[in-house]
């Protein structure tokens, strides 16, 4: 059984790069293309709030080693709060199709994805800035520009075993504000270090790029081609 399901079909969806750039937070980028268009100053993004604009693939817990633990649908997140109404995770369906392609990577090693967070309405990530003091606001992204986590093209992900379902030690919790959760930080022990590591290749080979200051963080390669939306999950 496939544990991607295509729920609806294309967008043509492809609106241009100009609305904005930032990811989980800011535009921190290691790795990856080039480089999209950057954004423009001082235009704030306007989310599309048309379901029928969203085009997004359902991602469901399966055996093949795909599970979602969905962080901002319980209260255990940064904020304390329940912030989605359901446990449910979606992306574009190219970067749906390339989470396979990970998947099956990891699968080899014996280990499995954790989604901890796929797509996000825009006024979720208005929610997430306001709670979030000005100083640690690197750490999420700015709701005039949006962010790639609310076009469907980001994914939050931990590594667990396929032998006992645990989650793997990293250098940081997830969503954790510090330096221990930037990709290239030295500390913490050479295990944490390692699976690390081997998230950030396995998910790298399949089409996505991480970010800096996220070990958890991944943009999909065709970000820039799919819109800033606004749409509720139980609309999707
Ligand atoms: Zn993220």
């Known amino acids: 059984m496939m544990a991607l399901t295509r729920r609806s079909v294309v967008v043509g969806a492809a609106l241009s790069a100009a609305a904005g750039v930032a990811g989980c937070g800011q535009d921190t980028r290691r790795t990856g293309p080039a ?7 001082g ?4 989310p599309l709030t ?3 604009q969203a085009s997004l693939t359902e991602l469901f817990d399966g055996p093949n080693g795909l599970r979602l633990d969905i962080r901002y649908a319980t209260a255990n997140n940064f904020t304390g709060r329940v912030l989605y109404q359901s446990a449910r995770a979606f992306l574009v ?9 990970a998947i099956a990577l990891a699968g080899k090693d014996g280990f499995g994805l954790t989604i901890f967070d796929a ?6 990530t208005k929610q997430l800035w306001d709670a979030t003091p000005p100083a640690k606001r690197s750490f999420v992204a700015n709701p005039a520009r949006g962010s790639r986590h609310n076009r469907g093209c980001s994914v939050d992900i931990g590594l667990h075993r396929l032998s006992d379902g645990q989650l793997v030690p990293m ?13 290239d930080f030295p500390g913490g022990s050479a295990q944490e270090r390692q699976n690390r ?14 970010i800096a200051n996220e070990w958890w963080h991944f943009d999909h390669r065709d970000w820039a081609k799919y819109p800033v939306l606004d749409v509720v999950f139980s609309a999707l």
Do not use: H, M, N
Request: no cysteine; charged share 25%.
């Open 35 to 41: 480089g999209p268009t950057p954004p423009l100053a």
């Open 43 to 46: 235009e704030p993004v306007i």
């Open 50 to 52: 048309d379901a029928k």
């Open 93 to 101: 369906g190219v970067a749906a199709q390339d989470l396979g392609k």
């Open 119 to 124: 797509y996000r309405p825009w006024s979720v």
């Open 171 to 183: 250098p940081s919790a997830y969503d954790e504000f510090s330096d221990r959760a930037y990709r």
């Open 197 to 210: 590591d081997r998230l950030t290749y396995y998910v790298e080979s399949a089409g996505f790029f991480g």
